[in-house]
Nanobody
Framework: QVNVVESGGGSVQTGGSLRLSCVTSGVIGCGWNLSWHRQAPGKERDFISG???????TYADSVKDRFTISHAGAKTKVTLEMNSLRPDDTAMYYCRAVCPNLIVGGEPYAVWGQGTQVTVST
């Protein structure tokens, strides 16, 4: 079993910063591709940033130049530095771990965390 645990959410004012962390653990040894997604009330869950085992990163246009994803020590942990936060960044933020070399049901094995809430006020 693999666990994905997020932390670091909270409430900030517009222009503030937060750092989210995501840690994977479990019995499956894997080179995890890790990504962050967010879901605001009444909206779909959207990809915002990802990092692969080589350290290559991708960002959604909405967070580019404001958010930075990076490995933190071992590649089983990733942080998301969020700067210049805006009210429309308010959402539940989820971490997703994907093991590209482990195929289950025709798809790479993937695990979601439970999420951490980020609230940005004016």
């Amino acid at each position: 079993q693999v666990n994905v645990v997020e932390s670091g959410g909270g409430s900030v004012q517009t222009g503030g910063s937060l750092r989210l962390s995501c840690v994977t653990s479990g019995v499956i040894g894997c080179g995890w591709n890790l990504s962050w997604h967010r879901q605001a009330p009444g909206k779909e869950r959207d990809f915002i940033s990802g990092i692969d085992t080589d350290g290559a990163t991708t960002y959604a246009d909405s967070v580019k130049d404001r958010f930075t994803i990076s490995h933190a020590g071992a590649k089983t942990k990733v942080t998301l530095e969020m700067n210049s936060l805006r009210p429309d960044d308010t959402a539940m933020y989820y971490c997703r771990a994907v093991c590209p070399n482990l195929i289950v049901g025709g798809e790479p094995y993937a695990v979601w965390g439970q999420g951490t809430q980020v609230t940005v006020s004016t």
